[in-house]
Every structure is written in C-alpha cells, then in structure tokens.
C-alpha cells in the first residue's frame, strides 16, 4: 500500500491534549500499535495512523503535507495562521473536540489599578503569542511594545523585563502566585481538529469524511443523557413540554394499556433531579436516565 493511503494526524506527544485524545480517538474505533521510540503510532483497526510531536510543530506539518490533520489548541493555530502559515496551504479548524479549555489572557500586577486596553500604551507586554498579541493590540488602537518569550512568561514583571503579560490562563492559579491579576480575554480556546481547508482527492478523504462523523457521534453524546418513561396519553403534551432540548422524541404504545405510551428521547446535557421530579408531576411515571456510549446519524 501507498505511504499516503493512510491518513496521519499530529498530535501532542506529552501534554495536557495528550491523554484526552488518545482518549477521543479511542471512542472513535481506533486502536494503535506505538513504535519503540514513541513517536509514532500505528493504526491496527483503520488506516489511520499518529505521528507524536511538540504542539507548537502541528500546523506546520499539516502545512508541508507532511500529515493531514491534527490535535491541537486554538491558541496554537490560531497563532500559526497569523505568524507562520503562509508558506503552504491554509488551514482550518475543522472541528472543536471540548477539552483543553483555557484561554488566552492579558495579567497585569495586581497593585495596577486597570480599566481599559488604552491603559496599556506605550508599556512593554512579554508572550508567547506576538501574533495574536499584535492583532488584538491593533484592534484596540494601542501601542505597546511586544516582549516574545519562549516560555516562564509570568515571571517577567518581577524580572522588570515587562510590565503586563499575555498568557494562557486556566485556574489563575499561576498568576496569583505571581502577584499578577487576569485584566482582558483576548481568546477562548480548547482542542481542535485542524486541518487543510480541502479535503485530499485520494482514499485519505474519504478516510477523513469517516473521522469525522464519528468524532460528531462521539462528540454530540458526550454529555448527552436517554430518557425513558411512561406517560399517559393525556399528560403526553405537558411531559414533552419539560423535556430538555433535544430531538422530537420517540413513542411506543404500552401492550395491554392502549392509554399508554413509552416515550423515549434524547437529552442534550445532563438530566437534573430537579427535572426529573418536574416531569413526573406533569403525569410521567417509571423514568430511567442511561448514558449513551455511541451514536451514528
């Protein structure tokens, strides 16, 4: 078989994406086989295989051609697109995976009495983000000089080689060990699929088309909860009325009890206790709430 009959995605090799999406490809029906220097994996059940590396190298892979897709933060990409992604073929986010989340803020020290963006003219703010630094600090008409850091950006004000930061931020916790105070969101991010804006005109579309409906499948019941019950068909419209969103649900008639109806849908999200004892007092009886594991449309 032809190297490129197989679809590669890049994915972080140490991190906090890492286990997730082994953890969501997992769901997908794909197994892997790792090679000895755990850099590449495999792919037993499909032709899909993982080619394990530093986050910041994904878009530029997908970019060269050298894989098809990866896993990787917004932040990441969105950061390649404005910086580095005009040597090949732009890429997008194909689909958002819902782990990961954090987001892209500006700190300041906590004394700095902050209000507004304007208040940062003319001060120097160190990042790992110059791209989407420099393009929030234009939409805001400031002027502040950009401090690019590899890395252990928040200790820079104590260094006095910035006055402000631009990082990533998740708890706060870091920021508040650093005497540092989160001031504007610049971008949410979370784990996405990224890839070529076109699919490949080989087998390795239609691999990929496959990918993704069984990522929307996986995806859309993550936190999707079935619910089971009986109603009469008198209360059928108060009970469907209290139902969360979701699709229109199903009924099966009762044997025996032609008054009856087994009325089954499925829930977006969980399903509260509070919901439930609603639902019953419009006239449901014998509700069940399962987890869905897998679903194909």
């Avoid at 590396?53 to 990866?70: E, K, S």
């Avoid at 708890?171 to 650093?178: Q, Y």
């Avoid at 609603?278 to 449901?284: F, Q």
Wanted: net charge negative; charged share 25%; hydrophobic share 40%.
């Amino acid at each position: 078989m032809k190297p490129r009959d197989r679809l590669r995605i890049a994915m972080q090799k140490s991190g906090r994406l890492t286990e997730p999406a082994l953890d969501l490809l997992t769901r997908c029906g794909l197994t892997f086989r790792q090679s000895r220097d755990k850099l590449f994996c495999f792919g037993e059940g499909e032709p899909v295989d993982l080619l394990l590396v530093r986050d910041d190298d994904i878009p530029g892979l997908i970019a060269q051609g050298v894989c098809d897709l990866g896993i990787v933060g917004r932040n990441v990409l969105s950061e390649f697109q404005l910086t580095g992604g005009r040597e090949a073929e732009p890429l997008a986010e194909l689909r958002p995976l819902g782990f990961g989340r954090c987001r892209l803020s500006i700190a300041v020290p906590q004394e700095l009495d902050y209000r507004e963006p304007r208040q940062l003219q003319g001060r120097r703010i160190a990042t790992s983000y110059p791209g989407l630094l420099g393009e929030w600090l234009r939409a805001q008409g400031v002027d502040a000089g950009v401090v690019t850091l590899a890395g252990s950006v928040e200790i820079a004000p104590k260094l006095g080689t910035a006055d402000a930061i631009c990082d990533l931020v998740q708890s706060g916790g870091t920021l508040v060990a650093n005497q540092l105070r989160e001031a504007d969101v610049l971008l949410q991010s979370e784990a996405v699929l990224a890839g070529p804006l076109a699919l490949p005109a080989d087998e390795r579309g239609d691999l990929l088309e496959l990918l993704l409906k069984r990522l929307d499948g996986v995806i859309q019941v993550r936190e999707s909860r079935l619910l089971l019950l009986q109603t009469s068909r008198h209360s059928l419209e108060a009970v469907t009325r209290l139902l969360p969103g979701g699709p229109q649900p199903t009924l099966l008639p009762v044997a025996g009890q032609p008054d009856q109806l087994m009325l089954q849908a499925l829930c977006a999200g969980e399903v509260s206790w509070r919901q439930l004892e609603e639902i019953k007092k419009a006239g449901a009886r014998e509700m069940f709430v399962l987890p869905v594991e897998k679903m194909l449309a």
